[in-house]
């Protein structure tokens, strides 16, 4: 079926002036709403709240992380809707902290706005870790779509999630990750790729020859008026030694 169609304004055809809305109009262009997703993933800086795109960390540090999803607003509703995180080997996922839907919010958003929006009840999504603990994915269960279908217009999805630096990784490495979610609607399944994130690790190798007893090798750390002293045990395992004026 279709509806007939006329000018939206005044025209001139065959010398004779149509009014808007008086003549019909055979030669239409339609162009049907088109609207790419975008996911994106951020660091949750050392502040706790703010979200950032890269930080600096040492391997065994836990660090926690920001994906947000459009959520468009689907008239025929989402049949399904799962993010999924990939990693490279120096990234181990750890847990979900939480997940979210509401009002759309880029890398402004702090952690403390994302918590205030409608949380995604626990047992309503699964979780799937790999064996090797480099990727996982969320995937909303029926409950979870009925709250992302109630939404009544463009929103977003958060997920708050922790990951770890293994010992894979070496001092100077940059670790790269990259998120893609899929939801369903009518038309099928419709995947879409993330930015990635970059994390850095730093050391400090100190070696010292001709000592036999390396429980007396130490070494210092400066910045401005403030000094950090690390012995090393019997053991070989450096430790702070605080001392006046270090933090």
């Avoid at 999805?157 to 001092?171: D, K, M, N, R, S």
């Avoid at 990750?177 to 009518?186: D, Q």
């Avoid at 050391?203 to 400066?222: A, P, Q, W, Y």
Wanted: aromatic residues 10%; hydrophobic residues 35%.
């Amino acid at each position: 079926a279709s509806l007939p169609v006329t000018n939206t304004e005044e025209v001139t055809a065959g010398g004779q002036a149509y009014p808007a809305g008086t003549a019909w109009v055979y030669d239409i262009d339609v162009a049907p709403k088109n609207v790419s997703p975008v996911i994106e993933k951020y660091i949750v800086a050392d502040d706790g709240d703010t979200l950032t795109k890269s930080g600096d960390y040492s391997i065994g540090d836990e660090v926690r992380k920001v994906i947000i999803a459009d959520a468009p607003y689907l008239a025929d509703g989402y049949k399904s809707f799962e993010i999924t995180d990939e990693m490279d080997d120096t990234l181990i996922y750890k847990e979900v902290f939480g997940v979210y839907i509401g009002k759309k919010m880029g890398a402004e958003a702090r952690v403390s706005d994302i918590e205030a929006l409608k949380q995604i009840k626990t047992g309503t999504y699964t979780v799937k870790a790999s064996e090797d603990g480099h990727s996982f994915t969320v995937t909303f269960e029926k409950s979870a779509i009925s709250a992302l279908n109630a939404l009544t217009e463009d929103s977003a999805c958060y997920l708050v999630f922790g990951t770890e630096i293994t010992q894979v990784a070496q001092p100077g490495t940059v670790m790269t990750n990259e998120p893609w979610y899929e939801i369903g609607n009518h038309t099928g399944k419709h995947r879409f790729i993330g930015n990635k994130t970059e994390e850095y690790t730093y050391g400090l190798r100190i070696e010292k020859s001709g000592v036999s007893d390396f429980s007396k090798v130490s070494f210092t750390m400066e910045q401005d008026e403030k000094t950090l002293t690390f012995l090393k045990d019997d053991a070989g395992n450096y430790f702070p030694a605080v001392l006046d004026g270090a933090e």
